[in-house]
Every structure is written in C-alpha cells, then in structure tokens.
C-alpha cells in the first residue's frame, strides 16, 4: 500500500514543479492523502494534506503557493502538488502520505531543490 511519488526535480527561485502521488486506495478507503517535507537537519513537517470529502490543509509556510488536489479512481487516488513561486526554504525531500483510518503509509520520497 505505498504510495508512489513522482515530480521532484531542481529548480531556480520563483519557478514551479508539480509533485504527484499515486495511492492504492478508493474515495472512501483513503480518509486523507498529503505531502510532507524534511528538509536537512529539520524534522518531518506537514505540507499540505486534501481529506475524501475534499478539505485541505496548508502549512502556513506555503498558503498561497501551493496547492493539493486529489483524483479519485477506482483503484488509485492520485493527489497532486502544484507548487509555484518556490523559494530556496522549500528544498527538501517531500514525501507523499496516505492515512487510511487504521492505519498510514508513506512514499519513498522525492527530492525537490530549489536554488537562490
């Protein structure tokens, strides 16, 4: 039941990247499906999660620029990242979470580089 996470990349200030993660998992198997980050030296932070009923949640670091969307399919729940006007404290490796009630699982990670 781990997600998989594509997207991640290098890119300069102000530029954008979308982030995608793939889930097994339906509507209603999957209560919630969002990205965190760690960024070197720092702790696993919360970056943005969408609930089945379509709620989301930002951290305050990226209200305004980010934004999560989830695509529910018969099998797959994909929740995408559109991240815009990225700035250096955005590097990190984002990974994708999907909580099914019970229990959780996280993706390997993806690798996101901003520079200055």
């Known amino acids: 039941l781990q997600p998989v996470e594509s997207g991640g990349g290098f890119v300069q200030t102000g530029g954008s990247l979308r982030l995608s993660c793939a889930a097994p998992?339906?509507?209603?198997?999957?209560?919630?499906i969002g990205w965190y980050r760690q960024a070197p030296g720092k702790q696993r932070e919360l970056v943005a999660t969408?609930?089945?009923?379509?709620?989301?949640?930002?951290a305050d670091s990226v209200k305004g620029r980010f934004t999560i969307s989830r695509d529910n399919g018969k099998n797959t729940v994909h929740a995408t990242l559109q991240k815009n006007s990225l700035k250096p404290e955005d590097t990190a490796v984002y990974y994708c979470?999907?909580?099914?009630?019970?229990?959780?699982?996280w993706g390997q990670g993806t690798q996101v580089t901003v520079s200055s």
């Open positions: 969408i609930t089945c009923g379509g709620r989301t949640n930002y």
């Open positions: 998992g339906t509507l209603f198997s999957i209560y919630v």
């Open positions: 979470n999907a909580y099914y009630g019970e229990s959780t699982y």
